[in-house]
């Protein structure tokens, strides 16, 4: 069994999120379909932030961030700062790049965050990037310099007006 909420920081629900099927029940091995929808129509411009908090059968819960970027002039932001974004090779066991384009200079954030939610490693902080093509390389350590567990991890890469993430899978 497990159940789905969604809070923001101070642990309230936000409206502009919605969950379509918020409890279900899985075997060990199976999986779900949980499909969520983002809901701008009565929001300001701006960035949003919220975890969707999953609960097992024995209460452990598992934190998944979400973010949400509304501009007014044009409804939800595309993707128009950053494009071409992946992660090679995914999976991987030993290192992966993170690969994308910059449409125009910008300075830009590089993290990495556990399937809890947890950032474990901060790749770039605040550094000015030129247009063009870039290759972030992560060697599947903290920043303490500890190689993390096997497990499913998710990069992030942002700046003020914009977050782009993207999956990565990480195995021994």
Do not use: C
Not at 5 to 31: C, H, R, T, Y
Not at 113 to 141: C, Y
């Amino acid at each position: 069994m497990y159940s789905l909420i969604d809070a923001d920081s101070a642990g309230n629900q936000v409206d502009w999120l919605i969950i379509d099927n918020q409890n279900g029940g899985l075997n060990p091995g199976d999986g779900d379909e949980i499909i969520i929808y983002f809901n701008g129509s009565e929001l300001q411009t701006g960035l949003y932030e919220a975890d969707i908090i999953i609960t097992d059968h024995i209460n452990n819960e598992y934190i998944v961030p979400v973010w949400f970027y509304v501009d007014l002039t044009i409804g939800i932001v595309e993707n128009s700062l950053i494009s071409g974004m992946r992660s090679i090779p995914n999976p991987f066991s030993e290192n992966t790049v993170i690969q994308f384009i910059l449409e125009k200079d910008t300075p830009v954030n590089i993290d990495i965050f556990n399937s809890r939610g947890e950032k474990v490693r901060s790749l770039v902080e605040s550094k000015s990037m030129q247009a063009g093509t870039h290759r972030i390389k992560w060697d599947a350590t903290n920043d303490e310099g500890n190689r993390v567990k096997s497990g499913i991890y998710y990069y992030r890469i942002f700046n003020q007006e914009i977050i782009y993430s993207g999956k990565m899978i990480l195995f021994d």
